[in-house]
C-alpha cells in the first residue's frame, strides 16, 4: 500500500507537518499541501519535496487518501470545498464527528494522534497512541494500514470517546502546563530558577505511571494542612490564582473523602 498510496494533506500545521513527514518516513507519498497560507504551504512542501496550493480548487482530485489536519472551526468548510468522492478521507480531530467531512465523501474516517505537536521537534510517533474510526471498510482498511505503519498503539473510539480523552488531555496536559506557569511566576523576584521545580514534575509523572493519580496526590490539600494553605493563599496576589487554589484544593479533599 505504502509506495503505492498517494496522500495530499489539508492543513500545513504543528500535526501536519509531524504526521506527513512520519508517513513519508514509513514510505507513502505525500503529493501535495494545501493550507490558506502560503508560507506554511511552501515550507512543509518544501521538507516533503511535494506540490502546494493555497486554493482548494486546486488540489489534486486523484489522490487515495485526504487527511483533513486543520482547526475545528475551519474542518467542514474546507473539507467541503475538495471534491474526490473515491477517495478515502480522514480529520485527526479529537472532538468532531466524521459526518463532518461531508456526506459527498463516502470513504471518510478518523486519525487521532493523541499528543502535543510543536514545529520545532518532530515527535517519535512509534510510541504515540493513535485513536482511528471509520464509517465503510475501505475507510477502515486504509486507516488502519496508516495508525500500525505509525505506532504501536493504536485503538478505535467513536467520537464520544475520543471527545473524553480529548478532555482529559486538556485537564492533564494543557492544564498542567498552566499551572507549570503559575509556578514559574510565584518564582519570580527570588532568584530561584524553574528548573528546581522539574525533578519534582517528573516524580510526579512516573509516579502516576505506576498507581492511581488519586492514591500519588501529595501535599498540603490532602494533609488538610490549613495552616500552609492560608499561608499559600497570602501570597498570591492574583484573585484568580487564589480561586485556583481552593477550588483545587477542594477538589483535591472531595475526593479523599
Not at 14 to 36: C, E, H, M, P, W
Not at 81 to 103: C, F, K, N, R, Y
Not at 141 to 146: A, E, R, S
Not at 151 to 167: F, P, T
Amino acid at each position: 500500500m505504502n509506495g503505492q498510496t498517494k496522500i495530499v494533506f489539508v492543513g500545513a500545521g504543528r500535526l501536519a507537518t509531524n504526521l506527513s513527514q512520519a508517513l513519508k518516513q514509513q514510505g507513502f507519498d505525500i503529493v501535495q499541501i494545501y493550507s490558506r497560507t502560503i508560507g506554511s504551504a511552501q515550507r512543509l512542501a518544501s521538507l516533503l519535496s511535494c506540490a502546494y496550493t493555497t486554493s482548494t480548487e486546486e488540489v489534486l482530485p486523484d489522490a487515495d487518501v485526504y487527511i483533513y489536519a486543520l482547526c475545528d472551526h475551519v474542518l467542514e468548510q474546507i473539507a467541503h470545498q475538495i471534491m474526490a468522492p473515491d477517495a478515502v478521507h480522514l480529520h485527526t480531530a479529537g472532538s468532531m464527528e466524521m459526518s463532518v467531512l461531508g456526506e459527498d465523501k463516502p470513504h471518510k474516517g478518523v486519525l487521532y494522534p493523541f499528543q502535543s505537536f510543536s514545529l520545532e521537534q518532530l515527535v517519535d510517533f512509534s510510541q504515540v497512541p493513535v485513536l482511528i474510526e471509520a464509517g465503510d471498510e475501505k475507510a477502515r482498511t486504509v486507516v488502519t494500514k496508516l495508525a500500525h505503519s505509525l505506532s504501536e498503539k493504536v485503538y478505535e473510539a467513536d467520537m464520544e470517546s475520543r471527545g473524553r480523552l480529548h478532555l482529559a488531555g486538556v485537564f492533564a496536559n494543557n492544564f498542567a502546563n498552566c499551572m507549570y506557569a503559575i509556578a514559574e511566576e510565584q518564582l519570580h523576584g527570588t532568584n530561584l530558577p524553574f528548573d528546581l521545580l522539574l525533578p519534582l514534575i517528573k516524580q510526579t509523572a512516573d509516579k502516576v505511571a505506576t498507581m492511581s493519580p488519586r492514591k500519588a496526590q501529595t501535599g498540603p490539600a490532602v494533609r488538610y494542612d490549613n495552616d500552609v494553605m492560608q499561608r499559600h493563599l497570602s501570597l498570591l496576589r492574583n484573585p484568580d490564582e487564589k480561586e485556583i487554589y481552593r477550588l483545587i484544593s477542594n477538589n483535591i479533599q472531595n475526593h479523599e473523602n
